[in-house]
């Protein structure tokens, strides 16, 4: 199989596989009477920060016709997963899948998933995480979670044909850390639609090993995040929706990168901003420390706030750099280790390659720390790193 394009052979065969998956599924677009169609369901997932190993163990993939359905409400088809399977979410990345298995269902309208896992037990850690250089750890998953991660998501099935649908697993975002050194897993999926797009290109092989992160981010809000080829340095993110994106490239101890305005055009296109030959290097960047609390007020038992460092250039929308899940403890600790170097910015215009990327001085070491909790106002605050570091603390309130 030869080269097409800027596009490589493992990717563009995950391609044309998605794209006569996509042509099996045209057609889905509304409810059914009679007949049995088939829902096929797959897992994927954003890279996790700091940490080697994310593991969640599926028992079983759960649909129903009613979005307000309880688990032992009649009604529920079941994926079953037998054996149970033990994922580890870091191995899905750059659109990677991981097939949970199929099953017949009644034609019609459908608006519940439910993703169920095996707790922990004493004969081993069914779910666990394994920190960055540490050791494997039990990843606590509350009762809640173990009964069903709950899902809404609208999809027909008709009869006589397939529809298949995509869980993105956000680890990075599902992961709390305690105060007391414990994990638990607070999930945050999505339903993406299998067929396989995005936004394509190569970061210099001399990153590789320093933990570089591509986010597509629309108005400062990351939308989908990857992390490179660990041999080929090739990243893709995957399954957008139409529409433009800014495209932010960070790694440890390197200053970070901006492309504004990538556009998606389809549900099946596939942009690339950078390719093999021309590959998107990061120059070396001292890191200075922006840390504190970010607590609610009054407390929460199932809310956690999540902390953002921004950059924006001129006129166009904020970006984020990094974020964490502060911890969720009376303490509310956060700590975010940030590039001083003054970050690059490159506009997509035209697409021609490669994208010059010219380095913003005026905003070296200086970002917005950006606090949000659901059901709380963000708070945010300026922070100048440039000659040192910071502590930021900030409060939510209704």
Sequence with gaps: MKKVGNYSTPRLLAWLAASLMAMLVAGCGGGGSGGVGTLGVSLTDAPSCGFDAVNVTV???RVHQSRSASVNDAGWTDIALNPSRKINLLNLTNGVLDNLGEASLSAGHYTQLQLVLDPNTSGGLANSVVPTGGTETALITPSAVQSGIKLINEFDVVSGQRVDLVMDFNACKSIVKHGNGTYSLKPVIKILPFALNGIDGFIDTTLLGSGVTITAQQSGTVVQSTIPNA???????????????????TANAH??????????????????????LTPITLPVSAAHIVSGTAT????S????????AKQTFGTAPAVTVQFVAADDSASGAYTLTLPV????LGQYTTGTLPIALAAQSAMAGKYAIEATATGYQPQQVDADISAADATQNLILIP
């Design 255 to 276: 200053a970070t990168a901006v492309i504004t305005t990538v556009p998606v055009i389809s549900t099946t296109s596939v942009v690339n901003v950078s390719d093999i």
């Design 59 to 61: 028992v079983k993939v």
């Design 341 to 344: 170097g003054a970050p690059m």
């Design 301 to 308: 038992s199932t809310e956690i706030a999540y902390v953002a």
């Design 296 to 299: 609610l007020s009054p407390t």
């Design 231 to 249: 041999q080929t340095g090739e990243f893709l993110l995957s399954r957008l929706a139409p529409g433009n994106y800014d495209v932010v490239l």
